[in-house]
């Protein structure tokens, strides 16, 4: 009886893990060669559907620097699958700077139509963004991502 059940429950896990279980393993960041819509860097996350977000940094005045981030389905029309982005920006002197990105449409009846935008002190034209880019406010699914600024093509970013 006991390998009876035991064979069961396998059997259940095998067919639990090859419907829902693939998301996992066929998850992947690609940079892309060209350049996006906005001009930033472009980045393909493939996980049960692809999905595009671009990073673009413009100085503002001084020190200060807009970052935005862009978010395209797979027909690279706008659509923002996340919440927010905690961004690290690193120079490379080393000197780090932290910001949070918000929706800048985060009403339910224009939601993910947005785009995820701040403000951040940036010494230097040079670095590198380690972004997470959550999908709730509860920050428990989520993506790592790193661009580097100024973008000018894989050969630039690739190691």
């Known amino acids: 009886m006991r390998l009876r059940n035991l064979i069961v429950i396998l059997i259940l896990v095998g067919i639990a893990w090859s419907s829902s279980g693939c998301a ?22 493939n996980q049960c559907g692809s999905r595009y977000v671009e990073f673009v940094a413009k100085p503002t005045s001084g020190s ?17 699958h996340y919440h927010s982005a905690d961004v690290e920006i ?20 224009n939601r993910g139509v947005g785009i995820l935008s701040g403000k951040a002190n940036i010494e230097g034209s ?22 580097n600024y100024p973008f000018d093509g894989p050969e630039k970013t690739t190691k």
């Open 126 to 147: 040079a670095f590198t963004a380690h972004v997470v880019l959550s999908h709730g406010t509860a920050r428990g699914s989520s993506h790592c991502i790193d661009f």
């Open 90 to 109: 690193v120079t490379p002197d080393k000197k780090e700077t932290s910001v949070t990105l918000w929706n800048t449409d985060p009403f339910f009846w």
């Open 24 to 45: 996992f393993t066929r998850y992947k960041v690609v940079p892309q060669a060209e350049k996006g819509p906005q001009g930033g860097q472009m980045m393909l996350i």
């Open 64 to 80: 200060e620097w807009l970052l935005q981030i862009f978010g395209y389905d797979k027909n690279m029309k706008p659509k923002m």
